[in-house]
Nanobody, 117 residues
Framework: VQLVESGGGSVQPGGSLRLPCTISGYGGSSNCMGWFRQAPGKEREGVAIISRRGGSTYYSDSVKGRFSISQDFSKNTVYLQMNSLKPEDTAKYYC????????????WGQGTQVTVS
């Protein structure tokens, strides 16, 4: 199982970034995919989750209305579109897979850094 994030970088406040997460190794059989983030000295925060079959989504209050999670089955990729970025969005962002959609994310990528300043 491999999850590979990319697309991180530095951006000014108000800017946008799109983070792809490419899924490989088990045919993308996980039923839920999520994006999490962790800033230095802070706890990991769940940002967005998507059900791969039904497409339903969940967003944390801190990003609702600014971030969007989506998926492309043909590319086996899940995306996190981040708009209206704020300095407080600065963190390392991780993609994770939850095979049963039971809140247990057992597979994680290596993360990609997003800096807003």
């Amino acid at each position: 199982v491999q999850l590979v994030e990319s697309g991180g970088g530095s951006v000014q406040p108000g800017g946008s970034l799109r983070l792809p997460c490419t899924i490989s190794g088990y045919g993308g059989s996980s039923n839920c995919m999520g994006w999490f983030r962790q800033a230095p000295g802070k706890e990991r925060e769940g940002v967005a989750i998507i059900s791969r079959r039904g497409g339903s989504t969940y967003y944390s209050d801190s990003v609702k209305g600014r971030f969007s999670i989506s998926q492309d089955f043909s590319k086996n990729t899940v995306y996190l579109q981040m708009n209206s970025l704020k300095p407080e969005d600065t963190a390392k962002y991780y993609c994770a897979a939850d095979r049963l959609c039971n809140g247990i994310f057992g597979y994680w990528g290596q993360g990609t850094q997003v800096t807003v300043s």
